[in-house]
Nanobody, 120 residues
């Protein structure tokens, strides 16, 4: 089972970026899919997750700016990031879990991470 994330890069504050995470090696239809991030020197932080079609839940720090969506046919989950701020700079990880996840302990599978840098 693998999660392959991509789409990171350098963007100016106020800009947008979309990350993708493709799952392979198994069926993720019943899994909660989500995103975490980890800034330098900080713990890995929950961003949001999606389940039951299109039900989502987000951390307060990104709610209203980030949107998670999912294409079940492609086994892919997306993270649309708008109104980016320098504090959003981090390595972003996609994740899969058998249950609702807001902490790293609930995650069963991790993607490899993709770096997002937001310049001021």
């Amino acid at each position: 089972v693998q999660l392959q994330a991509c789409g990171g890069g350098l963007v100016q504050a106020g800009g947008s970026l979309r990350l993708s995470c493709a799952a392979s090696g198994g069926s993720f239809i019943s899994y909660y899919m989500g995103w975490f991030r980890q800034a330098p020197g900080k713990e890995r932080e929950f961003i949001g997750n999606i389940w039951s079609g299109s039900t989502t839940y987000y951390a307060s720090s990104v709610r209203g700016r980030f949107t998670i969506s999912r294409d079940y046919a492609k086994n892919t989950v997306y993270l649309q990031m708008d109104s980016l701020k320098p504090v959003d700079t981090a390595v972003y990880y996609c994740a899969a879990a058998a249950q609702f996840m807001v902490s790293v302990g609930a995650v069963k599978y991790w993607g490899q991470g993709t770096l997002v840098t937001v310049s001021s």
